[in-house]
């Protein structure tokens, strides 16, 4: 689940491997380039930890990130 703390959406995402993880991240870069909004995002391993906040809003979280969170949940579940 979505955790919203310091003005972002966050989450963590585990998955069987890194090709795993890797596949997810390619998918989430789709959906967001053509959103035009870009997370911060971390990988290791296994594991990729996403922040989303609106820049343009003053680094708050906005319905454009919790619109993307929605579309990362869906790319999520595709990808079990």
Known sequence: MWKEEDNKLK???TFKDFKGAFAFMTEVAETVDQMDHHPFWTNS???VSIELNTHDAGDKVTEKDRKLAAAIDVIFE???
């Open 11 to 13: 989450r963590s995402f």
């Open 45 to 47: 391993y296994n594991k």
């Open 78 to 80: 595709q990808s079990k």
